[in-house]
Every structure is written in C-alpha cells, then in structure tokens.
C-alpha cells in the first residue's frame, strides 16, 4: 500500500509539472538597429505579432522580419502559442546616415525626360511586384556569402546627391569591381526578376528567399540567370557592370522584407553566435 501511495505522488508531481507554464523559448539574431533583418527562433506552432502586426512563422518556428531606414526604436513582439505567451521589447540603436554626393551620372538620370519618367515607372511596378513574391523556402537560415569581393564604395541610407540635385536614399551595399567581375548568389534562391537593362538600374536581378525576403542586385554588365531559375549559394548569375544610373563598375545590392529596404552589410551578423 505504501509502495502504491508513493507511485501516485510521483505521478501526480510530474502531471502539476507539465501542467504548469513553460516559458516558450525565443532567440533573436541580428543586430537592433535601424535598417537591419532579424531572425527570431521559437517553436513550431507558434504565432507572432511586431508592434501588433502579425508575423510569419515557418514550420520550424523561425521569424524573420526587417526594421526600416527610419524604424521607430521602441518595437515588441509577442510570441503566444496555447495561451503561453512571451514579450520581448526590441530597442534599436539609432543611425546616422550620411549624406553622399555623387557627380558624373548621366544627366538624363537625375532630370529624366516625360518618357523616361514613364518608362521608370513602369519599370518600378515590375520590381515592386517581383517583390512580391512569397514562398516557404527558407534560405535566409543559410549562413550568408557576400555577391562580390572588392572595396565598398556606398554604404546603406546615405542621403543622396546626384549631380548636385538630392534624390531618393541609397539603399545598397556598393562593392567597386571591374565590369566582368561575377556575381555570386549569397544565399540560395529562386529567381523573379532578370532585366538586362532597366532606366536606374540597368541590369538587375531579384532573388527571392522565402518569407518575402528578397534581394536585389543593380547595374550588372551580363545576366547569368532567367526568371524562374533556382539558384544555388555561390553560383555565379551575373557580371559588375556601370549600366543604369551609375559613375563606374560596381555591385549595388540589396535586401528587402517585402517592401521594407534592409541593409545588406548588416547581414553576416545574423549568423554569429
Ligand atoms: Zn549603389
């Protein structure tokens, strides 16, 4: 009979043990602050909220989402599965951009004609709906390889200055190389957007990662891939060329969260420990 008792505590011990809350486990990765792509991990089954807005989760519990150039730097998400429930409040550093004048563009560039202004437009609603793209691929959780090697020469958010007129931000990474130079896909990918020769950025190709991440290289020389190829991390898919609005040969790449604009520099820091 005792022996019987001592079982029955046991048991019960063990159901009022997982019974009570266990903490849903949440790891964030990437650096906070103004411009840069998060990866948040949980667990499956999960759902997300940033500032209130609903997040995608994968099936393995993973959240990847992006804070813009000018991000308000007080943000939280709230993880909930089952009544369980975590709140993490996200507070940013704030950046500085500087302010970059850059001379010898073509002029047709700054002050486009009524036609070209059309034509870009045109241009600008094909790239907007190639970033729409969404899938459940997951190569974002590939530890990231830079497209190209060679010196940087624009950094993400700078104020913009073209031939003495100021423009739209600068949104890329630029990595100077001479025309010819390959390419390299960072991450794996799918292709939605191969155009030998668009207005501003002349020859540009968009990959998409999954969970609308995307990314975007400008002013190529050559394309390697067509839409609809899937890439592999470190295939080459195009050449550094200076088409489009450009002073000189050099990759400007990109990273968007849908139509969120991220830093690409801030990547490698996704994938540290
Ligand atoms: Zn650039």
Known sequence: MRKFISVVT???????????????????????????????????????????????????????????????????????????????????????????????????TVTPDPAQIKRARKEAEKVWLARQTKTTRTDFLTPVVKPAEGRISGVYGSQRIFNGEPRNPHYGEDIAGPTGTPVKAPWPGNVVLAEPDLFYSGGTIIIEHGYKITTTYLHLSELHVEVGDKVQQGDSIGEIGATGRATGPHLDWRVNWGNERLDPALLPQLYQN
């Open 10 to 108: 046991l048991l019960l011990s063990s159901a009022s043990v997982a019974v009570a809350e266990q903490p849903l486990p949440l790891e964030i990765k990437g650096t906070l602050t103004q411009g840069a792509l998060i990866l948040a991990k949980s667990e499956p089954g999960v759902t997300a909220t940033l500032n209130g807005e609903p997040l995608e989760v994968t099936s393995q519990g993973y959240i990847v989402f992006g804070f813009p150039r000018k991000s308000p730097l007080e943000n939280t998400l709230v993880v909930t599965k089952n009544g369980n429930k975590v709140t993490r409040k996200l507070t940013l550093e704030s950046r500085d951009y500087k302010i970059d004048r850059v001379n010898g563009v073509p002029q047709k």
